[in-house]
């Protein structure tokens, strides 16, 4: 990038294009010394031994060239996306699109996710890639809960997410159960294991809480691994029932749903199926969500996540509230584990190491937390965003890695930061809260 | 003599091994507003919390409109209509101010017109609330955000309101805004108070009664009036604090 064709848009302030041009310049000089001798000047051993050098200026001057035009885009993002604290050098009409387009996302993005089977119906693959982001964004509403409301660091989540997929899995391996059946016992059970993993940890916060949590999962998994007479250990649960539409299988016999429709048979069929079971319920999940928030006890957890002290000191019975949080985000969890075992056929501990319960939480974080449309938006961008860069190879952990790191430098609440209230009085007010900064003393 | 609403009696209490409270005694009648001073660490706050089940008597009795509390855990102390606002206002940051209030209304079962009634009685006595009631809460400045938490106390419509050094950090004329405040619910509600404060000077001019607190004991009891002439609670809380 040249350094002249990233200048500050006509419509910066001269004050600020002057900043971000002597910011620019800085980055560059110091790009200039550090690179100089690193890139500059290149050393090898000769081939009689002896010290050969040369030099590599035009690398140099792009490298220093590339460094002050990022600076400017950096600054001029940052002005951007950062905190609302002085002028913005971003034009009127670009802010009120930017504001309309916020407005419409959450509508926009749910009539597009329930017309996906429409439009990619030939393309097995987006399908697929479309009913791997939703059991995510199900867990990540799931966990929200937890981590986004109730403020309690749980890095083991994916232990719910074993519960429920193993408890579907033995129910209807060794019991015939159906999925629809098995589907609410899956909540019930991991609901029970979130009760169970919440009453050692009622003391603890923050770090101390997340280190008990992460064990948990840990010997969940362990737990899995080595009952091999129950579980199958390291072999799994194969031949696990697909789901079937109200008992109607959707298979290519004659009590199939495609013969009794009198249509011709196609896998996709269940494809389709598949994805509006999962959408159905993490809609579910995140309507359950929405309701509970505006209930005294989803206050509460969000009143937990504030200032546990003034809780007790309002009569609030923290010891309920943390663990209906816990159950609550556990069931979400185990209800996902049972969709996730249906649609495989074949689980085993390895879909559920720690590193799942690393991507939820990431997919929680990145979103914001506490915000339905953020996890929704993070799942895709983290899930799909994986699948898209396929296509890199070993860099895409890098590129993610530098993708979230920059998200926390600009958006450190996550993408949507934003927290909708939800108690309102009869009167509205023009002033957002957003508006107004935090003030202190 | 009718019994008082609030009596403390012999009630000791530690944290670990380091006893806070040496057998304390108190009482607050209905109506009353009682103010317990004294110097930094003498318990003030301890016997406070106490009386709320945090930390538990370890002896002596908390006995409420005549039932012993002593027992009682901590969230159903507040169901019986004590309310608390804490040291150090702890309100809700990122939740707007009406979500805070409506914290205070959850902890009891009140009907909605009880709700509303409530509000507007927060919001007479505190008009900056009402203007920024969507604002979240960590945006308030330091009197709007005790103010803050006295309505979310009061929204739980208490028979004693239990109140740890209101004005604490506040400039002098939001602190006598919110004495003032207080002195009103007295007087229009009927409202007892506990009004725990280093600020003696205008504590005690504010309540009927007080109480000094020295390293875990009442060392002195009276009327406001009264420990206001004392010559040692001058030395020692008055002209002391001036300077400083």
Redesign the interface.
Known sequence: MSATSARPSPAAQPSGSAFILKKALISALVALVLFSLMIGVRTEAGPQGGLIYWTRFGDLAALVATVFGGSIVVELLRQWWGPVDKDSIVPKPVQSAISFAGRWLAPALLVFTFLVPVIFYNQRYILDLSILVLTYVMLGWGLNVVVGLAGLLDLGYVAFYAVGAYSYALLATNFGLSFWVCLPLAGILAAFWGVLLGFPVLRLRGDYLAIVTLAFGEIIRLVIINWQSLTGGPNGVSGIPRPTMFGIPLTPGDDGLAAKLGIEFSPTHRLVFLFYVILAMALLTNWVTIRLRRLPIGRAWEALREDEVACRALGINTTTTKLTAFATGAMFGGLAGAFFATRQGFISPESFTFQESALVLAIVVLGGMGSQLGVALAALAMIGGFELFRGLDQYRMLVFGIAMVLLMIWRPRGLIGHRAPTVFLERNQAISSDLVKEGHG | MTTPLLAVRGVHAAYGKIEALKGVDIAINRGEIVALIGANGAGKSTLMMTI?G?PRARAGTIEFDGHDITGV???????LRIA???EGR???????V??N????A???ECSEAEREAG?ERVFALFPRLKER????G?????GEQQMLAIG??LM?RPRLLMLDEPSL?LAPLIARQIFDAIRTLNRQDGLTVLIVEQNANHALKLAHRGYVMVNGLITLAGTGAELLQRPEIRAAYLEGGRRG
């Open positions: 709320f945090r855990p901590t969230h159903e102390i507040a169901r608390q606002s804490p702890r309100i809700f940051p990122r939740m707007s009406a979500e209030l409506q914290m205070g959850d902890a009891t509000l009631v969507v604002q979240r960590g945006t308030l400045s330091g979310r106390a739980s950090g």
